[in-house]
């Protein structure tokens, strides 16, 4: 009974493995309104809005572009951990990333985030993933650079 168990979530890992969407990203975004202030360690604590647009490319090489809006927050902690949610409005439907994040070292202007991926509406309405990028900034503009995919 074990080894036909073990054989049967084999399996449904190997469908749900075959299923997933593939995607890479590249998103450029303009800071919006900004609220900073200091914490109580006098590191600034900041709050920001963005938009800009989102160009995805899948697995087989198709491509769609969206706008996105998001809303970006940082912990205010020396070590600048970062938080925030994301909107992507495409043609065929739109999607959110719920994220975390972390600045580099070198400071505010680079790092790295990860989060959860949500479809809301047409053909990603059900859908859930992951995603991971690098982001820069020059300007006021972020550049952000990543992949993700969709599990269902």
């Known amino acids: 009974m074990r080894t036909f168990a073990f054989a049967l979530g084999l399996s449904a890992l190997l469908v ?19 609220l900073q202030f200091p914490d109580s360690a ?4 900041l709050a920001m ?4 647009t989102m160009t995805s490319t899948l697995a087989d090489g198709s491509k769609t572009t969206g706008d996105v809006r998001s809303m970006v927050w940082t912990t ?18 739109t999607w959110a990333i719920s994220f ?17 991926l949500s479809g809301i509406s047409g053909k990603y309405k059900g859908k859930t993933g992951a995603g991971s990028w690098s982001f820069s900034e020059t300007g006021g503009v972020s550049t952000i ?5 969709w599990d269902q």
């Open 16 to 34: 749900t493995g075959a299923e997933a969407e593939s995607f890479t990203f590249v998103s450029k975004v303009t800071r919006g309104e900004e």
């Open 100 to 116: 975390n994040g972390r600045n580099a070292a070198s400071g505010p202007q680079s790092g790295d985030g990860w989060g959860r």
């Open 145 to 149: 650079d990543g992949s993700g995919h």
């Open 49 to 52: 809005t963005q938009k800009g």
């Open 76 to 93: 205010g902690s020396a070590d600048m951990q970062l938080g925030g949610l994301v909107e992507i409005k495409e043609p065929d439907g």
């Open 42 to 45: 006098a590191t600034p604590a």
